[in-house]
Structure formats: C-alpha cells, structure tokens
Nanobody, 125 residues
Framework: QVHLVESGGGSVQAGGSLRLSCVAS????????VGWFRQDPGKEREGVAG???????TYADSVKGRFTISKDNAKNSLYLQMNNLKPEDTAMYYC???????????????????WGQGTQVTVSS
C-alpha cells in the first residue's frame, strides 16, 4: 500500500500560480506512471499530467503550456507547477501512482493504483 499526501492547494486569482506537491510513502522511481488528476463535483476525474518511468511527460490539452509536472525520485515526490491559472482550473487535485508492471498513457484513471486524498485549488476571476 502506497500512501500519498498532497499539499500546496489554495485560493488564487486568475493569472496566479500554485505549486502542488505530493509525497509518497514508498519509492516512485519504479512506477510505470505517476501523475496528477482533478475533479469537480458532479464531473468525472480527469487526467491533468503524467510522467512515465522513462521520464516522458504528457499533459491534458487544457493545461499545456501552463502546467509543468516533475518528480524527485530521491524524495519520492511529485510536483505540479501551475501558472496562469484560470477559473476553469478550479477543482480538487489528486496525485496518483501506478503499477510497477504496466501502464498506458498515464492520463487514464485505469493507469493508476494508489491515490492521495486531494488538495483543493480555487481560482477566482
């Protein structure tokens, strides 16, 4: 069981920035996928950004050019730098860790096994 703890959420005005952090209880370097998702009430959880084991990154079209995902394997940590935030970015953000055996695009819920409790991001106009 991998425990994930997110931090860094908050309330900002449109155009502002936030940096989300996620610390895992175990090694993440061996995981096929690590990533960030978000969910608004009443909507499905959607992939925001993911990193494959080979360090290849992928992003949702809605955040490309504004968000940057990174990880520090030595610290078992995952980060999401969010710039030029928009009101539509408002959601609960979750970090996630996948299997060591297989994975996919790293943008689907099914690519992941363990989930954090989430951190709220609110962007006002």
């Amino acid at each position: 069981q991998v425990h994930l703890v997110e931090s860094g959420g908050g309330s900002v005005q449109a155009g502002g920035s936030l940096r989300l952090s996620c610390v895992a209880s175990e090694d993440i370097a061996s995981r096929y996928c690590v990533g960030w998702f978000r969910q608004d009430p009443g909507k499905e959880r959607e992939g925001v950004a993911g990193i494959r084991r080979d360090d290849r990154t992928t992003y949702a079209d809605s955040v490309k050019g504004r968000f940057t995902i990174s990880k520090d394997n030595a610290k078992n940590s995952l980060y999401l730098q969010m710039n030029n935030l928009k009101p539509e970015d408002t959601a609960m953000y979750y970090c996630a860790v996948g299997s060591i055996f297989h994975g996919g695009s790293c943008m689907e819920n099914t690519d992941y096994v363990y989930w954090g409790q989430g951190t709220q991001v609110t962007v006002s106009s």
